[in-house]
């Protein structure tokens, strides 16, 4: 029997799962598994890590789901501090170097891992490489970013970068924090993954929470003051005062190894693979998490979605398949869901925008209601928007803006997408309903209701 | 233009939403609308009367959606206290009682709608009718149930019985007040809308909050004291004594009306409809509500739920029908959630029993995990179980019990029965992921896993 060598490159969810999934399979003695990490932490929470500097969570251990050690314990050769320099793909080995001693080596494989991430998007500013101007990405990023926020936040100021899901819940870090905090965004609302007109709401419920939000507003470069470190955000209205800095401007795919290597990338520069995770073209690559662009069932293309949990799918298909078995991973409906202190914020499906920029055409209708019964305590208001198609009624997309029991509710609109059902269809979901977990209607149903009729409407007229 | 006459029979969800619903295509001048309730209250949620009498909300007019008045001010000839004695289908007429006055009067309609509601179990035992045996089914009910309960619960003991969502829901409410509570029940566990494994989990958290449950005990008879009050709760095994005694035995459809006018009832004595929720053989006879009985989109066999959620929607299709539009009720698939005290109960698709009353084999798996990523503050434990057909790997049921977050888990679960998704299919769910809100892996897509594990297994073996 010979043993069969795979190698991971990247040790954090896809690869880490995929080494997991596939040891689950396969012994030791039928299958050797290296993988290549050049942090220090591996199998982490980086979604976590706003709340660790929040001070909600304790970390970085606590955001570890398994340690390297682990990891070794179950015949999973993973090393840290080593980073794979280059893949070459015909030769069926990568080369690695030992971060600590410089040293390189080779390793060979039959089933090859590309789980290499995503990198924080630093656009080229004057000062933007300054001390205090801080990344969010990996637990050393959150260490340095702990050290940074150390000392206490009195008469302190912040500036994020960006107001998306980073921004807004570094936002939040940040206030419980004790900081003064600003947000500055290029684009006329917060949440550029909402509509703007469901953005708006997010802003005047950060406004309420203290947070300025300067938005419409390019950054131009990072002031810097005694010592080169950063002073203030640049922006060509006006300076932003700050002691802290923290990058929120999304990610992307950190595939540089793999074009290199010649493998297929999409247009966001994520890899390609076909539902199995496979590389395109490439029996025996398989690619996952940050570093791939997924098929979205809704718009039938290809996106980038930096997503921890899409993360730990990817890993199960590529290992379960590389272990022998069977899996695909079909695609994403574009679901997220985030919070700013109280404000829950959830999205499925297309925006507006989105839709337009496939070909689509929609109703769309916006609804109030609230999470519970309206006389039950606690009851919280919550806005839910939908975008149903023309003339067939089928869901295309769902926003919800509230407070308590507001986010986890798009996922009906999740499950409702992937089922492809219309808005009619929706209307009669047998959805849990007692006065203390919903309205008689839940507010998704209400919204059903207002898109069918809308398409109906739309129907009669044309 | 001929003026139609619609009659409703039964002035709360399903009766009046067909009115309002009607009302809203078709004005006065073109339809007249007759409402008559035998009770003093009008479009009210009776789910919400555990709350109320717990003195969690305000009672009994926060718990009316829509007041006689407001009815009447739209155009709808509502009127209380008004009982149909009779329903004459050939001769297109009803018989109402005053219940003030006694007289009685006849009424002719095109259209009539049968919204009957359901009436409480009361099994006919010694004492069952004793001053002190109380009812939660109308707003009626509930005010002699406050009634009861004022005057403080100091050293007072209150038996609830019958342990299903009423029955869990008072003894809350009880608890609150301060009563030392205890509820009897026939079956082996709570919540026999539940698995008993998972009624087990109901009943150590029950226990945990100080309510005593017994199981596995039939009640004999209410004995009485001075004065001929109910005193105490006779099983077969002992006597638990009683200051108040609540009734949770569930309900039964209030069809005796239409049975005495020849309609067709199903199996537990419920209306049977078509799907645009006319009743079967006849073109202008509609029912829904608690008086009939729904598909179960499941089992394929009709089932009788009383559910304000479905009574409402059954209202506005029966209200768009007779209004001159179209819509259907394609059915139901048994969601139901409920709560006592922080416990988070939910069910949906078919019990165990029910699947293989059905006919159905299937594969079951139970597993745990908590309501947010582990590391965040207040992640909850929760048990999911889940039921996939065998070889199909088809979802058949979920049921939940959990803390904060649980109940409308089940909500994913509902959406992919009506897709009729297998479970496989449902591992790759694209569900909100952020650490607030679940862990990497949502406890449903890890119950599905599992299932999809099972149905795997269970066909490699065969």
Chains 1, 2 share one sequence.
């Not at 924080?120 to 990344?135: E, F, H, K, M, T």
């Amino acid at each position: 029997m010979t043993v069969r060598r795979m190698v991971v490159v990247g040790g954090d969810a896809a690869g880490m799962s995929a080494a997991s999934r596939a040891r689950a399979f396969r012994p030791p003695e039928r299958l050797r598994i290296d993988a290549f990490e050049r942090g220090r932490f591996t199998s982490y929470s980086a979604c976590g890590i706003p709340y660790w500097a929040g001070g909600v969570v304790d970390g970085p251990d606590a955001l570890v789901a398994r340690s390297a050690e682990e990891h070794r314990a179950r015949g999973i050769d993973l090393r840290l501090r080593h980073e794979v320099v280059e893949l070459d793909v015909p030769g069926q080995r990568v080369r690695v170097r030992d971060l600590e001693s410089g040293q390189e080596s080779r390793h060979g494989f039959d089933d090859l891992v590309v789980a290499t991430g995503a990198r924080p998007l630093r656009p080229p500013l004057p000062g933007i490489d300054a001390p205090g101007v801080l990344g969010v990405q990996t637990l050393d990023d959150g260490q340095r970013l702990l050290d940074a926020l150390e000392g206490g936040a009195k008469g302190r100021r912040a500036v994020v970068i960006g107001a998306g899901y980073i921004g807004v819940e570094m936002a939040e870090a940040l206030v419980r924090r004790g900081y003064a905090v600003t947000v500055v965004e290029r684009a006329a609302q917060p949440m550029s993954t909402l509509d703007a007109d469901m953005g708006a709401l997010v802003r005047d419920a950060m406004c309420g929470m203290g947070i300025e939000v300067v938005t419409g507003a390019a950054v131009t470069g990072v002031v810097t003051g005694p010592g080169g470190r950063a002073a203030a955000v640049a922006t060509e209205e006006g300076e932003y005062p700050a002691d802290v800095v923290v990058l929120g401007l999304g990610v992307r795919p950190e595939t540089a190894l793999a074009e290199a290597a010649g493998l297929p990338l999409g247009e966001s520069g994520g890899l390609l693979t076909d539902l199995a995770m496979r590389v395109r073209g490439h029996e025996n690559v398989w690619a996952g998490g940050d570093c791939v662009e997924v098929l979205d069932l809704v718009s039938g293309r290809t996106r980038h979605i930096a997503l921890g949990t899409h993360a730990n799918k990817h890993g199960q298909v590529i290992g379960t398949n590389i272990g022998g078995g069977y899996a695909t991973f079909p695609g994403v409906v574009g679901t997220a869901v985030s919070k700013v202190c109280d404000l829950e914020i959830a999205r499925t499906g297309l925006l507006e925008a989105q839709a337009t920029a496939v070909g689509l055409r929609f109703h769309t209708v916006t609804i109030e209601s609230t999470s519970r019964a309206g006389y039950y305590p606690g009851a919280a208001p919550m806005t839910v928007k939908m975008l149903a198609e023309r003339r067939t009624g089928r869901l295309l997309g769902v926003q919800i803006v509230g407070r308590e029991g507001a986010a986890k509710r798009v996922d009906v609109a999740a499950v409702a997408l992937t089922a492809r059902m219309t808005v009619d269809q929706m209307t009669a979901l047998d959805l849990g309903y007692a006065p203390p977990f919903s309205p008689v209607w839940d507010p998704v149903l209400i919204a059903a209701r207002k898109a069918a009729a809308a398409v109906t409407e739309g129907s009669n007229r044309t």
